[in-house]
């Protein structure tokens, strides 16, 4: 059984940065691809990052791309989120999820993900 569990968030002002960490232990890390969801209130779980098992590729939302970087470090389990120049509109639960056997097409819905932490907020606010 694949355990996930996420640390990192808090509350930020618009324009700051926050790194999220994932670390998904009971497996084989290297085989795993990990993703980001997020969820704001009354809105449904979005795709925002993912590294691809081994880290062969990496992946991101729109809304992502140039401000948002994941990274893994195979040797201690973990997926990392840096978060730059943070909006309001990213304030919202992320989530880290797990998968063995997802293929590419898939990586982008929560749907397909075996394995989800618990959710760390994030708030961003002046």
């Known amino acids: 059984q694949v355990q996930v569990l996420e640390s990192g968030g808090g509350s930020v002002q618009p324009g700051g940065s926050l790194r999220l960490s994932c670390v998904a232990s009971?497996?084989?890390?290297?085989?795993?691809?990990i993703a980001w969801f997020r969820q704001a209130p009354g809105n449904e779980r979005e795709f925002v990052a993912a590294?691809?098992?081994?880290?062969?590729?990496?992946h991101y939302a729109d809304s992502a791309k140039g401000r948002f970087t994941i990274s893994r470090d195979n040797a201690k389990n973990t997926v990392y989120l840096q978060m730059n120049n943070l909006k309001p509109e990213d304030t919202a639960v992320y989530y880290c999820?797990?998968?063995?056997?997802?293929?590419?097409?898939?990586?982008?819905?929560?749907?397909?993900?075996?394995?989800w932490g618990q959710g760390t907020q994030v708030t961003v606010s002046s």
């Open positions: 999820a797990a998968d063995s056997g997802i293929i590419l097409s898939s990586i982008w819905f929560a749907r397909h993900y075996d394995y």
């Open positions: 009971g497996g084989s890390f290297r085989t795993y691809t």
């Open positions: 590294s691809r098992r081994g880290g062969a590729s990496t």
